[in-house]
């Protein structure tokens, strides 16, 4: 059974600064791994999709890394915005769980202006 | 192009009711995945429908319950309603055949137990 676990649970940093919100999970065998950002009492919003193959992707600010044999992932956010402020969540398809999404708990993360 | 649509989306039920959600997915999508979100926790994954079907289920009890039509709509039910079944309720959609592709989510229903 996949597991997927997101550390640290909640961040908190002043602005401007560059940041690493990690992602582990235990069954390879994924597909591939998104990253979504959540605000509070809101639905999910995608933020990267990083296919099995591939070992990064960038959008922006954001960068997104995945290292399958170590069962690893981490979304860097340079140059963090109040506006980052959010719940970050990781979640893996494939491998043992099919094609559902398994999600980690999340990260909340807090940008002080 | 409209996304994921869910309805209600807001609802407050009293315990040992029943709820019915509605899930509207992307364009062109047919596939159509739930999940339950706790205060505080990552999104769980209830069940999936495609072809009008249960392909795959997680660990909830019968009590939770799905259908999807021919138009690829979808509806969750939850039947005799307990305190814990409060949470907010995600739809997902996504296309069967890009197994690799990206789901993509709803609002949510956010539902309230008293």
């Known amino acids: 059974k996949q597991e997927v676990t997101q550390i640290p649970a909640a961040l908190s940093v002043p602005e401007g600064e560059n940041l ?3 992602c582990s999970f235990t069954d390879s065998a994924i597909y591939n791994l998104q990253w979504f950002r959540q605000d509070p009492g809101k639905g999910l919003t995608s933020l990267l999709l990083i296919q099995s193959s591939q070992r990064e992707q960038t959008s922006g600010r954001l960068n997104a890394s995945l ?6 992932s981490t979304l860097y956010i340079a140059a963090s915005q109040p506006g980052d402020s959010a719940t970050y969540l990781c979640a893996s398809r494939g491998g043992t769980s099919g094609s559902r999404l398994t999600f980690g708990e999340g990260t ?3 940008v002080n202006p | 192009d ?27 999508h047919d596939t159509v995945s739930w999940y ?32 999807q039509f021919p138009n690829y709509s979808s509806e969750l039910n939850v039947n005799a309603l307990l305190l814990g ?6 739809c997902a959609s996504s ?8 789901q993509y989510f709803g609002p949510g229903t956010r539902l309230t137990v008293t």
């Open chain 2, 95 to 102: 296309l069967d055949m890009d197994i690799k592709g990206e």
């Open chain 2, 36 to 67: 339950q979100q706790a205060l505080g926790q990552g999104p769980q994954f209830i069940f999936q429908y495609y072809e009008e079907e249960e392909r795959q289920r997680g660990n909830f009890p019968d009590r939770f319950s799905g259908h």
């Open chain 1, 20 to 22: 690493v919100l990690n």
């Open chain 1, 67 to 72: 290292d399958k044999s170590s069962g690893r």
């Open chain 2, 2 to 28: 409209a996304g994921v649509t869910q309805s209600p989306t807001h609802l407050i039920k009293t315990r040992g009711q029943q709820v019915t959600l509605r899930c509207s997915p992307k364009s062109g």
């Open chain 1, 108 to 110: 909340q993360l807090t």
């Open chain 2, 85 to 90: 079944d409060s949470a907010l309720y995600l």
